[in-house]
Each structure stands twice: as structure tokens, then as C-alpha cells.
């Protein structure tokens, strides 16, 4: 009878209430505050083409792998080889595409190396799932040893195959593949098209070019000073991986897993869950998100580096924690991390449209807005479960 009079009282609960209860609403307060603060200190230059661009491609490489982070979190788990899967999965790629595929299987190309090296960093998520289950290590030590594991490879590999840490000069494979430009490519032309159009009308309407409404407007154009033909082939990468992951957390029987292995493995385990299968799967659900992070890098600058992903793991984690993510596990959403994402991208690039601001502030501004996400969290989680 209590428990109907609880689900009653919440039922009853406004609108305002059921929203602040939410786990993703201090990110969504911080995200707003941060974009009025770089709209007006920018004078608008922040979200004119290339700004918008540029902003938007930063996001997309955050929400990435945050992604693959966060569902690993809520799950109860933390991965740290995420930096390194990326420069191995860089790695592999470019000497792929440079010296041809291993095993006298020939030239490769674009499909032929990502396939490759997919099916190599999945095996190493499955690995690290498997060693974190069947061990009962903490996930902490298990994916730390395989940060300097994965990062020494990539370096010895590079050194020892092309006698250099870096691989440039490839060729531009989005001119005749399909699938290179898929994923390095621009997408979403016709957004820019679009704000053309508007910016046409701003004019016609009497504003001046100088104003803030034409660099939001006129000036996002592909014909003009800046030559912008739309938005970084990670952005629909960005989209795609986001949709999946809330349709698998809203609306499947995986979903209600994740959240039941992340609050409670021994109470999910007795109940049919298949906790160790879960968490496996989460493990190479973020090497997953590592390959396409270093798959677009890859193909839109044609060139590879040991040293790429380095410490994009904390930044993975730090945007899932921001996001609303616990590190206890059990609670986290998709928007959240969303919200995040935007938060720490338009922070961390703020330094190219407000040369006043020194680029050290942003990791003063992480850090803090993380003690601050965490507090937070912890008192969002105690309000819904009572507490406990």
C-alpha cells in the first residue's frame, strides 16, 4: 500500500519537480550559460561558419568517445585505454593504408583497413572485458596497464615499420572512396544553404553586415570569406552513435541490464542478468567508439601519430561525469552526455575566438565544474532514491 502511495505522490508531483530530478539537468544549465557567455564574448564570431564548424567538429570527437564512457560507467565500470585504443587504431589504419594489408593479402583500401583494424580493437575490448570479469580486478588497474600496453605498441610499431612516431602525406582516399569520405568527409550541406538563405533575408530586412544577427546568419554561407561546406563527417557519426545509445537505454531489455549491473551486479546477476555479458560487451562497445574517433581523424587529415588520443580517456570520463553520469554506477543518461559534450567542447575551443583568455583556464574550468558535477550527481541520485 505504501508503495501505490509513493507512485501516486509522484505522479501528483509538477512538472518542475519531476525535471530538476532529472540527471542530465545541471549539465543542461551549465551548457546554456555557456553558450550565451561565449555568444556574447565572442560578439557572435563563436557560431559563424567556421565557428560553428569548428565547435561542432570538437563536440563530435568528445561525444564520441563519451559516449562509449558513459554506458560503461553507468554499467559500473571505467575504461582508460580509451586514449591509447585510439592511437593504436590510427596506427593500424595508416600503415595499412601506406604498406598494404599484413599477411600478402595486398593493397589495402579504405573499407579493408578500418574492417582490420575493428576486428582487432573489438578482440582487445573483449579482452580487457573478459580479464576485468573472470579476474575480479578492478576495471581501474586492468585498463590502466593496457594504456601503457597499447600506447607502447603503437610507439615500438611505428618506430620499427615506418622508422618514425608519425605517418603523413597519405593519400586524400575521400576523393575516390565512398567510405573514406563517409567518414572524413562534410555532411549536412544543406544546413549552410540554408542559414545562406536566411542571411539574404537578414539583409534584405536592413541589417548590417557588421551585426550580430549577419555573422549568425549572412555570413554562414559557402560562398563568402569563409569557405565552409558543411559540418565534419564526425558530427552524423556523433548523431548516429547518440541515437543508438538511447534507444538501447530507453527502449530495450540490454538498457534495463546496463542500469541493473551498474546499481546492484550480485542483486541483477540473481535476477537472470547477464552481468558478465554485459560488461564484456560495454568493453568493446567503447573500442568500438575509439576506432570510429581515430577512423575520422584518420581520413579527414590523412595522417596518423602515436601520440593521438593522448589523455582522451579522462576527457571521456570527465564528460560523462559532467553529463550526469555517477561513477558509482546505475545512473547516467544519453542527453546527459550530450550536454556535456557541448559543454567542454565550446569551453575547450574558446580560447580560438577569445584571444584575451589564456588556453590554461579551460582545465581550471574543468576541473571545477567536475567537483561541482559530482556533488551534484550525488545529490540528484539521493533525492530520487530516497537517500539510499
Known sequence: MSDRSEADRLKREGWFRRTVRRPEIGSFVVMVVIILGLLIASDGKAFNALGLKNNVKIISQFGIIAMGAALLMIAGEFDLSIGSM?????????MMLKWGL????????PFLAFFFTLAMTLALGWAIGTIVVRSGLSSFIVTLAFLFF??????????LINQSTQISGLPDFKQDSWFADLLGGEVFSWFYDLWFWLGDRFVQMGF???????????????????????????????????????????????????????????????NGVPVNRVKIGLFMFTAFCATMFAA???FDTNTSDAAKGNLMELFAIAIAVVGGTLMSGGFGSVLGVVFGAITVGLVSNAVFFIPAIDGAWFRVFLGAILLAAVFANERIRKRITGGI
Open 296 to 298: 575520422c581523424q584518420v
Open 208 to 270: 548590417e553586415r557588421d551585426s550580430m544577427w549577419f555573422l549568425l546568419g549572412g555570413n554562414l554561407n559557402r560562398r563568402g570569406e569563409q569557405w565552409v561546406e558543411g559540418f565534419d563527417a564526425r558530427f552524423l557519426w556523433f548523431i548516429v552513435i547518440a541515437v543508438v545509445a538511447w534507444f538501447i537505454l530507453s527502449r530495450t531489455q540490454l538498457g534495463n541490464w546496463i542500469y541493473a549491473t551498474g546499481d546492484n551486479k550480485e542483486s541483477a546477476r540473481a
Open 150 to 159: 597499447m600506447r607502447g605498441v603503437t610507439e615500438v610499431a611505428f618506430r
Open 102 to 109: 599484413p599477411f600478402g593479402l595486398g593493397e589495402a583500401t
Open 86 to 94: 585510439i592511437g593504436f587504431a590510427g596506427m593500424s589504419m595508416a
